[in-house]
Every structure is written in structure tokens, then in C-alpha cells.
């Protein structure tokens, strides 16, 4: 069965093409005969959400007066990434059909007909069928052929849902927000959530060194680690030591760094940012992918990812994502083993309607420390605390949740996003206490943690697009809700001391220490928000607010303690910016933020809430082609109550709150797909940040661990022709500058550092097309193997040594 969409008032479409704008990043005649029949097709302002794909298409006809004809099978389980902003009918269908799937064609002077591509575009190679006839409709798709072998990752989004949680482009978005596509992923060959942010502007990473327990890193001077990690739009919650949702990057799609608050959409996150994670979802485009990892550290792994629709209903689709790993690491009695499954199914009765359900499973074993010990002096020696017959971390995690939404009308849509989440954690671990006077025998302790988490999270929300004369409203009214449970025991008791001339590591039989606390933590949080984006010409004015009302129960079973506190506040955000005709757009935001914490303090005391504000102003820069995202933004940011680790435990597993600290500085990044195989990112960060009250040895000093500058870069390269074609190289550097040890800044600095990383793959369809869909490369992370001590509240961190993991994929 075919559809019509029908046609309103009558615009000439130019020359058509496959695959949407896939054609103008491969350039040649016809891409230029097309490119020059557009500009005369006129430019409409267009404003299509992310919807059903037969629904974004009904859309696009009504506003262009353009017919669109297709078959059911290309509307049934497709969505359409939508479009926003001026352009002309033909690069407005590619925004619309861009990651889809379908092709499109000109077959009369007022009409387009799709089709679907023979494979998704993101496998290679790709073929870009299409004709340079000059005039009149389009003859078949197979007049012209050009194969491009080595298809280079894509590493610029033009939209994103993080910032607003409605699909805006990254360009109208009044605050720094930095995608990192699956191209970028891909190419890095990334790891851990840490390493997926390393190259974005304002965060810093290795703050804690070598610390596969936790995915730990820093936005704008601020941890993020607690509070500032959300998936799929709902906060991902984390205890109050050491369990936390570990991400697995082979199972997202993308993510987005938000730099600054993001209280007036999301509630709870934390003040110098957020990063929200985007998994895999089910397609119908068929996908089939296997992978296969040998690294250093006797490192061995292997992914897979199927998906699709069922051939018997196109209505049902499907994804599958898995990891298992066995790795040892730098440090000896320190495991990084992962089992990863993610199942994922959706069902589409019709172009309204779509129900996702998201799963997955993580069971993840590594070390309960890795730290070696420290002097009083603050000397970090190699005598290591890890031994192998007390030093486990064993984490279970699992969630299951659905996005449902549902489109009333062009102008109105719901959608109801629900996760429930649940961990278990159990870390084992020794530290020193002292070395002996001659120096041969240290003194140990063990200790125990064991945790679980349950949490609920869920949030509605209502979309209306509405125009009032000159003036367009696009609002988002939400009300959510998040319930987290954490409880946890602590033990400590005495372990044998370590020989330190036979080194007797795992030899010692270690005593189950004794359990002195049980903590318990309930958290409850209801809001309600409202936003609206309001578009007069080239002006944005984005309004936003929100009200939460938070309850928290804590209380220790063992003494016998308890203690409620019920905590209510206002934040909200304010942004304007202008959308200049030649691709600049100044803003400038004002935001708030309001995170009542969970946990407790060493001591049994319940942390207050963390509240902050924030100025920004910016420059935002789009080159014509759209192949170029430059920003830069000025930020002032000041925090009360914020949470660091505790000085004074040695195992840091405590944490403790600080006075009023002020953050300002500026980032300038540039994002692009150049063409020619180049893709790149970039970026600088300059951060002043300084303790502005609370204990009179911090007052006016920095942070410690926290550089005043860091910058990165990585350039990555497809060779798409001539003798070297389908080969792809990527280098990168990040500089980390020198900062303070301590937070009184009187225990000297640690010392700047530039560390390199590399990228080299293979394509081996580039020698034989029956090998189409075979890849190996090789990804080297700091690659001069830089060994530089790290140190932050005074506490010493080794860095991560050279990792080295070569790679076989194989598409299908």
C-alpha cells in the first residue's frame, strides 16, 4: 500500500538526491547541479519535531505544498529526527530522512518519492545514487553511481534533546552543550564514561588517576560524578560511597554534556553541568555487529549489537546490545571484568504512537582500592594496599524502563518516560596505617562496604507548538517524581601487616572485619516545570522554571539515630538568543539550581542541600554548509554547600561538605565534519575558581586538583580514494595544567601534563568487496605512557598508564 501526502500551496522542489544531505558531504557534479536548482526553490522556516516518520512527512507536505509518496513499510517503526530552523524544501526532507534509512527522488515537477536504502547509512560503504540531469524530473537512481569506500565517522550533531528536552538545534540552545556522537565513540574506541568526556570543553577527567571503580570526572570545578549523570532524560542515581550505574558506551547512541545548571528541566543534577546518555534503541533498519578486543593486561572482549524489525509486523522492532569482559589492569590484584546485556523493543501501532522499553543488566568486578600508600609527608610511595585475597568490588545493576509517547496533533504530544533501577554492591579492601621504624613491615586494616540502591524515576510531560501571530510558542509542561533507597554497612577490623621486603601480597589469610555502622537513606522529590521557547524572527527567548518539593529520611541502625528534613525551592533559567542570517547567534542565560543531597557524612550528619546560580554569555557560530559548529561562552557560577571528598578518611569513601565557592572562566570548542574524510573537535577551557567562605585555611585559596587551564584536540582522517582508501588515522592531545595538592594551596602543585592518544583503522572491503563489513584497529590511549602523580585534598592518585586495544568488527 502506498500513501500520498497531499499538497498544499505549490513550491518547485530542486533536483533530488539519495540519502538526504549524504550527497553534498561527497560533493561532484551532481551534488553541485542540485545544490545550485535549491537555492532557487525559495527557504521556509520550518519546525517538525522529532516524531513517526509518516507524521514529520504529512507535516513537511502540508508546510511546503510538496507531495511526498512512500509505502507503508518505510512509515511503519521509522522516526524522523525532525527539523528546525530556515531552509529550502530539498535540505529540509534530508534533516527528515537523516539517519533513516530512506532515499528520495524527484518524479515530477511538484512531487518526491522514498525508498529505503539497501542498508543503513552508517555502515559502509555507502553507494549515493542520483542523476545531474539539468532539467526536468530525475531519471532512475542507478544513472549515476559513486562508491565511497572508508566512510569517516560523523562527529557533529546539528540538535540535541539535552538543555530542553525538546529537539532543538545546538545553535538556539542558550548554554554550552557538547554532543559526542557514536562517530566520535567509535573512533576513540572509548571505554569508560570518562574517557567519552575527555575531549569536551569544561570538564576535567583523572582527577582521582587510575580509578576503574566509579566513572569520575569534573564539569566547570565541579563534580558530576553524584548528581550530574542522567540517562535517557531520568537521573541515574548513585549511592553514597561507592555503588554507583556504570556506563558501558558500547551501549549508547550518543550523549551530551550540558555545561552548567539544568535544575529548571531536570531537577536534582549538579551545579557545573550534567551529561545525559542516550542508549541504543531499536530500528528497522537491520543491524548486525560483532566485535572482537585484545588489549595490554591480558584484556579481552567482545561486543555484539543486533537489531531490526520482525518480519512478520514492521510495527515491532528490536535492539540488542551486549559486552563481556576479562581484563586485568595496571595494578595488580585489580580487576575491570563486565558482563553487559541491554535489550530493547518497540512497538509502533501507527504513526502516533511508540512505546520503547529499555533494559539492561551490568555486572561489573574490579578492585575494592587501588591506592598506594602516602607519607605524611604526602610522598606517594609503591607500596600498593591492593591484595588479592581482600580486594574485591562486586557491582549488580539493572534497570528497566519505557518511553511512551503519543501525538494528538501537529501541535500536541505526550510522552511518559518511567525507569525503576536497582544495585547491589560489595567492596573489599585493605589500607595501611603506618610503616615500622626500620622500615621492613606496614601495618594494615580491612574493610568492607556493602550497598544497595533502589530507585523509581518518572516523568510526564506535554508538548504544544503554538503560533500567535508573528510569534511561535513551542512549550513543555512536565511533572515528575524520583524515589531513591540507599542503604549500606560499613566494617573495619585488623588485618596482618604486610612484609615489605618479601613483598607477601595474597598470602595472608584477612579476617572478616567487624560491622560497626548501618546507614540507611530515603529520598523522595516531586516537581513540576514549565518551559517555554519563544521565537520572534531571528529571537529566541527561552523561559524556564520548575518548583520541587523533597523529603529525606536517614538514620543509623546501630546507633540508634534518625533524621528527616523536608526541603522546598524554586529554580529556573532565562535565556535569549539571536539567530544572526549568516550562522552567528550571541546569547546570553541566567539559571538556578537547587540539589537536596542523599548520604551522610562520617560523622552520621545529613547533608544540606546544594543550591548556586549561574551567568553565561556566548557565540555560537554555524558555517553555510553546516559542516562547522564553533562556541565559546563566558560563565560565572557560585555554589553553597557543595560536596568533596573527606580529608580525613583514608579510604575515601566519605565525603564532606564546603562553604561558597565562586567558578568563572570561558570555553571556546569547534566540531566539524570538513569533508574529505576530516572530521575534528577542539576545545580550551579557562577556570577561576576560588573557596569564598567556610574554614579559614580555604578561604580565598583554589580548589585543589582543579587546573586553571585545559584544552584538547583530535583530528581524525578517512582516506576515501587513491591507494590508501579505507584507511582512517586519528590523533589526539590534552593538556592539563598544573594545580594545587591541597585545598590550603600550601602543599605544593601537581604538575601540568600533555597526554596523546592515537587511532589507526581498516577497512578491508577497500581489497576485496566481498570483505565488506570487516574492520581492524588499533586505538592507543596516553600514548608516551606519561606516569605523573595526581593529587587532590591532598590525597595522590597514580594516572592511567598507556592502554593499547586492537580491535575486529564486522558488519553485516
Wanted: hydrophobic residues 35%; contains cysteine; charged residues 15%.
Amino acid at each position: 500500500m502506498s500513501h500520498i501526502a497531499p499538497a498544499g500551496r505549490r513550491i518547485t522542489i530542486p533536483m533530488a538526491l539519495a540519502l538526504g544531505t549524504a550527497l553534498s558531504t561527497v560533493g561532484g557534479p551532481s551534488a553541485l547541479a542540485q545544490q545550485v536548482q535549491v537555492a532557487r526553490a525559495g527557504v521556509l522556516h520550518l519546525e517538525i519535531a522529532r516524531q513517526p516518520l509518516g507524521t514529520a512527512l504529512r507535516n513537511f507536505s502540508r508546510r511546503t505544498g510538496v507531495q511526498v509518496v512512500y509505502t507503508s513499510s518505510i512509515e511503519s517503526g521509522i522516526v524522523s529526527p525532525g527539523v528546525s530552523g530556515d531552509y529550502d524544501p530539498m535540505t529540509a526532507l534530508g534533516h527528515l530522512l537523516s539517519g533513516t534509512g530512506v532515499t528520495f527522488r524527484q518524479t515530477g515537477t511538484n512531487s518526491i518519492t522514498l525508498a529505503l536504502s539497501a542498508a543503513p547509512i552508517t555502515l559502509v560503504p555507502v553507494r549515493v545514487e542520483g542523476t545531474a540531469a539539468p532539467h526536468g524530473p530525475v531519471g532512475p537512481l542507478n544513472a549515476e553511481q559513486i562508491t565511497v569506500i572508508g566512510t569517516p565517522p560523523r562527529f557533529l550533531a546539528h540538535a540535541s534533546h539535552a538543555g530542553t528536552k525538546t529537539d532543538t538545534p545546538l545553535i538556539e540552545i542558550p548554554q554550552s552543550i557538547s554532543v559526542i556522537t557514536r562517530g566520535q565513540l567509535d573512533a576513540r574506541n572509548v571505554q569508560t564514561l570518562s574517557d567519552a568526556v575527555s575531549y569536551s570543553p569544561g570538564v576535567r577527567t583523572n582527577v582521582y588517576g587510575f580509578s576503574p571503580r566509579q566513572d569520575q570526572f569534573i564539569i566547570r570545578g565541579f563534580d558530576a560524578t553524584s548528581y550530574g549523570e542522567f540517562r535517557d532524560g531520568l537521573r541515574q542515581p548513585v549511592a553514597g560511597s561507592l555503588l554507583s550505574f556504570r556506563t558501558e558506551p558500547f551501549g549508547l547512541d550518543s550523549l551530551s554534556v550540558i555545561n552548567g545548571p539544568a535544575s529548571a528541566t531536570y531537577g536534582t543534577s549538579g551545579i557545573g553541568g550534567l551529561v545525559d546518555l542516550i542508549s541504543k534503541r531499536p530500528t528497522s533498519q537491520r543491524i548486525n555487529e560483532v566485535q572482537f578486543q585484545v588489549g595490554n593486561y591480558a584484556r579481552y572482549q567482545g561486543n555484539f549489537d543486533f537489531g531490526g524489525a520482525l518480519p512478520s509486523d514492521r510495527r515491532f522492532t528490536y535492539r540488542l546490545t551486549g559486552v563481556f569482559r576479562d581484563s586485568d589492569t595496571q595494578m595488580q590484584a585489580v580487576k575491570d571484568n563486565r558482563i553487559y546485556i541491554a535489550p530493547a523493543f518497540t512497538f509502533r501501532p501507527d504513526d502516533k504512537t511508540r512505546l520503547t522499553v529499555l533494559t539492561a543488566f551490568q555486572k561489573d568486578r574490579t578492585g575494592g582500592t587501588m591506592f598506594n600508600y602516602q607519607t605524611t609527608e604526602g610522598e606517594l610511595t609503591n607500596i600498593r594496599y591492593a591484595d588479592p585475597r581482600w580486594n574485591n568490588f562486586d557491582s549488580t545493576t539493572y534497570r528497566l524502563g519505557y518511553e511512551f509517547e503519543h501525538r494528538f496533533t501537529d501541535f500536541f504530544a505526550i510522552q511518559q518516560n518511567f525507569r525503576y533501577a536497582h544495585g547491589d554492591g560489595n567492596a573489599q579492601y585493605l589500607y595501611l596505617t603506618g610503616l615500622s621504624d626500620d622500615g621492613a613491615s606496614a601495618t594494615r586494616r580491612a574493610g568492607q562496604v556493602r550497598e544497595q540502591l533502589n530507585s523509581v524515576g518518572l516523568d510526564n510531560q506535554a508538548k504544544f507548538d503554538v503560533r500567535s501571530g508573528p510569534v511561535a510558542h513551542k512549550i513543555l509542561f512536565g511533572v515528575d517524581y524520583l524515589f531513591t533507597d540507599y542503604r549500606t554497612s560499613y566494617a573495619d577490623g585488623a588485618a596482618p601487616s604486610l612484609n615489605l621486603i618479601t613483598q607477601n601480597y595474597g598470602t595472608q589469610a584477612i579476617p572478616q572485619p567487624s560491622v560497626y555502622s548501618i546507614a540507611h537513606s530515603g529520598q523522595t522529590q516531586a516537581g513540576v516545570y514549565l518551559q517555554d521557547q519563544i521565537r520572534y524572527n531571528r529571537w529566541l527567548l527561552t523561559l524556564s522554571g520548575r518548583h520541587d518539593w523533597v523529603s529525606t529520611n536517614s538514620g543509623n541502625y546501630y546507633s540508634h539515630t534518625t533524621q528527616k528534613q523536608n526541603d522546598q525551592a524554586f529554580s529556573g533559567r532565562v535565556g535569549l538568543t539571536y539567530v544572526s542570517a549568516i550562522g552567528l547567534a550571541p546569547y546570553a542565560s541566567y539559571s538556578t539550581v537547587f540539589n537536596p543531597t542523599i548520604g551522610q557524612t562520617k560523622e552520621g550528619a545529613a547533608f544540606r542541600p546544594i543550591t548556586g546560580n549561574q551567568y553565561e554569555v556566548g557565540m555560537k557560530y554555524q558555517t553555510p554548509d553546516k559542516r562547522i559548529l564553533v562556541t565559546g561562552a563566558a560563565f560565572d557560577i557560585h555554589q553553597n554547600h557543595g560536596l568533596t571528598t573527606d580529608p580525613s578518611d583514608a579510604t575515601g569513601t566519605y565525603q564532606i561538605q564546603r562553604g561558597k565557592i565562586r567558578s568563572r572562566g570561558f570555553e571556546v570548542s569547534a566540531t566539524g565534519d570538513m569533508g574529505q574524510g576530516f572530521s575534528f573537535n577542539a576545545s580550551y577551557t579557562y577556570l577561576d575558581m576560588v573557596e569564598q567562605s567556610g574554614a579559614a585555611s580555604v578561604v580565598g585559596k583554589i580548589p585543589s586538583g582543579i587546573p586553571r587551564n585545559t584544552a584538547n584536540g583530535w583530528l581524525d582522517h578517512t582516506f576515501q580514494t587513491g591507494p590508501f582508501r579505507g584507511l582512517g588515522t586519528g590523533f589526539g592531545i590534552r593538556y592539563i595544567g598544573s594545580s594545587y595538592r591541597g585545598d590550603t594551596n600550601a602543599t605544593g602543585r601537581n604538575k601540568s601534563q600533555f597526554l596523546m592518544d592515537a587511532a589507526l583503522r581498516y577497512r578491508f572491503e577497500a581489497i576485496a568487496p566481498e570483505l565488506k563489513g570487516l574492520q581492524f584497529s588499533v586505538n592507543l590511549n596516553n600514548l608516551a605512557n606519561r606516569q605523573i602523580i595526581t593529587c587532590q585534598s591532598d590525597f595522590c592518585y597514580q594516572n592511567m598508564h598507556r592502554s593499547v586495544i586492537g580491535s575486529i568488527r564486522y558488519n553485516w
